[in-house]
């Protein structure tokens, strides 16, 4: 279905369900696994899809269309993910220069984990980048989000997006084949 | 999205998906609900806190009372749709003078 249409049942009242389910339909999936590789653990990525999508429901009539649909409900649970983290660490922001000190301790903890040869590799790698670097990998490397996209949804600038990824690509290409 | 599962070591609940999105369904339908039923309780607050300061505020809108002296020729003839004569008027106040000049007290 294209956007427009889309946006079209969700303005209008007595297509506004249908319009909402179709929304789960098309983006509960990848919301979840961006969610995901940001908090780890599966309980707490289901907290937060439900919150983000509560946030949506809420958002969505202010919604004005200067973005895709798509890329605001990916900011919205970005956000979502980070006043998480923030509750969860006890700190009023989440710090994103710096690596997540209990990243493991936190994927191990949950029973949903289920490590193997490459993903111990790949973990440990994701452990030492700092949290906008994991942050850009993830969203490339994983969710296939376009540099634009998320340079929109975590508010970098496009480049830096890009020199990020490409040096984050090239460091795990290189410990992976090791 | 196996590649969550073989890169990374991530697994989800059996039906997680199809379970979830019920969940989130339900929250949006009640959430509608609540919003209906707030507006409805907000609706009618406003309407009784409206129509309360509007009837206490305007005095115009309080009847008042009026009573009429019926033995009045005057209002006896108007209440009972007959034509006043001069006599009755004349003989009305004659009885109401009589009255008040000849009043003895207790």
């Known amino acids: 279905m294209k956007e427009g249409a889309l946006l079209k049942l969700l303005k209008n009242p007595g297509s506004k369900s249908e319009g909402f389910t179709l929304l789960v339909d098309l983006y509960q999936e990848k919301l979840y696994w961006m969610i995901r590789k940001m908090v780890l653990s599966h309980d707490s990525a289901n907290d937060v899809l439900q919150e983000t999508y509560i946030r949506i429901f809420k958002g969505i009539d202010n919604f004005k269309g200067n973005s895709a649909i798509s890329t605001w409900m990916y900011r919205i649970a970005y956000n979502e993910c980070l006043r998480f983290l923030s509750k969860e660490s006890?700190?009023?922001?989440?710090?994103?220069?710096?690596?997540?000190?209990?990243?493991?301790?936190?994927?191990?903890?949950?029973?949903?984990?289920?490590?193997?040869?490459?993903?111990?590799?790949?973990?440990?790698?994701?452990?030492?980048?700092?949290?906008?670097?994991?942050?850009?990998?993830?969203?490339?490397?994983?969710?296939?989000?376009?540099?634009?996209?998320?340079?929109?949804?975590?508010?970098?600038?496009?480049?830096?997006?890009?020199?990020?990824?490409?040096?984050?690509?090239?460091?795990?290409?290189?410990?992976?084949?090791? | 999205m196996n590649k969550h599962k073989e890169k990374l070591g991530l697994k989800i609940p059996k039906n997680y998906f199809t379970e979830s999105k019920e969940n989130i369904i339900n929250k949006y339908l009640n959430s509608t609900d609540k919003n209906y039923s707030f507006r409805f309780y907000q609706l009618s607050f406003a309407a009784i806190f409206i129509f309360t300061l509007i009837y206490f505020n305007y005095p115009f809108l309080e009847r008042e009372s009026i009573s009429f002296e019926t033995e009045s020729p005057i209002i006896s003839t108007i209440l009972l749709n007959e034509e006043i004569t001069e006599e009755q008027i004349i003989d009305f106040l004659t009885d109401q003078v009589v009255s008040d000049v000849f009043y003895m007290p207790k």
């Open chain 1, 90 to 178: 006890k700190l009023l922001r989440v710090e994103l220069d710096i690596s997540d000190s209990d990243y493991s301790k936190k994927l191990y903890a949950d029973s949903y984990f289920d490590p193997n040869e490459l993903s111990t590799k790949f973990h440990t790698i994701l452990s030492e980048l700092t949290v906008n670097q994991r942050n850009i990998f993830n969203m490339k490397y994983f969710d296939e989000l376009k540099f634009k996209e998320i340079s929109d949804i975590i508010g970098i600038n496009i480049n830096t997006i890009k020199s990020t990824y490409y040096l984050v690509e090239k460091k795990i290409k290189k410990e992976i084949n090791e």
